[in-house]
């Protein structure tokens, strides 16, 4: 099993950046595809973007291609998304997830593993 934590979130103005952190701490973390998710006000969870357990190779929401990307360091159990030109609709509570399958799923159901979420919000 592996505990995900979040953090990075807050509130920001659009055009601006932010950098999402998700700690991992358990089993050993490069045996998991990491993925985020993210969920906006009265709407079900999205992919946002995932990465191969070797961190080569990654898969990314269109909306968010060329303005997010997501890397980790398995020396530190953590993944990152940094996230830049940030849009109103990008608010949304972020999750970062855990998956022991090798494949960069975007659907959530392949993911065991959760985090509790950290806010973004982006103001215009």
């Known amino acids: 099993q592996v505990q995900l934590v979040e953090s990075g979130g807050g509130l920001v103005q659009a055009g601006g950046s932010l950098r999402l952190s998700c700690a991992a701490s358990?089993?050993?973390?490069?045996?998991?595809?990491m993925g985020w998710f993210r969920r906006a006000p009265g709407k079900e969870r999205h992919f946002v973007a995932a990465?191969?357990?070797?961190?080569?190779?990654?898969n990314y929401l269109d909306s968010v291609k060329g303005r997010f990307t997501i890397s980790r360091d398995n020396a530190k159990n953590t993944v990152y998304l940094q996230m830049n030109s940030l849009k109103p609709e990008d608010t949304a509570v972020y999750y970062c997830?855990?998956?022991?399958?090798?494949?960069?799923?975007?659907?959530?159901?392949?993911?065991?593993?959760w985090g509790q979420g950290t806010q973004v919000t982006v103001s215009s």
């Open positions: 997830a855990a998956s022991e399958s090798s494949v960069l799923y975007s659907d959530p159901i392949p993911y065991d593993y």
């Open positions: 990465i191969r357990r070797s961190g080569c190779g990654t």
């Open positions: 358990g089993r050993t973390f490069s045996r998991y595809t």
